[in-house]
């Protein structure tokens, strides 16, 4: 499975931003797409996620705010991000959840900077 992230860049506080994620490969064994982000000096932490079956999850921080989506028939997945805050300043990275010969394996794009100016 290989991810390709597009979008991110700068923005003020207030704006809105679109990240997209393109996956290729062995995409039938993908159970789940979704975005984590990483602040300098933080963990890595989950922001959205959308299964196949289109169910959705969202960390607290970014309810009301973030939106993914999901487009099947491309194998792209869509994180629209609005109300941004300098705290959503991060990396983020799409995810892929695969699920082969019974384990879990996850796979990650390179990540594309998104930064808020206060």
């Known amino acids: 499975v290989q991810l390709v992230e597009s979008g991110g860049g700068l923005v003020q506080t207030g704006g809105s931003l679109s990240l997209s994620c393109a996956a290729s490969?062995?995409?039938?064994?993908?159970?789940?797409l979704g975005w984590y982000r990483q602040a300098p000096g933080k963990q890595r932490e989950s922001v959205a996620s959308?299964?196949?079956?289109?169910?959705?999850h969202y960390a607290d921080s970014v309810k009301g705010r973030f939106t993914i989506s999901r487009d099947n028939a491309e194998n792209t997945i869509y994180l629209q991000m609005n109300s941004l805050e300098p705290e959503d300043t991060a990396v983020y990275y799409c995810?892929?959840?695969?699920?082969?010969?019974?384990?879990?394996?996850?796979?990650w794009g390179q990540g594309t900077q998104v930064t808020v100016s206060s």
């Open positions: 490969g062995s995409t039938f064994s993908i159970k789940a």
């Open positions: 995810n892929a959840k695969v699920w082969v010969g019974g384990a879990w394996y996850d796979y």
């Open positions: 959308i299964s196949r079956g289109g169910d959705t």
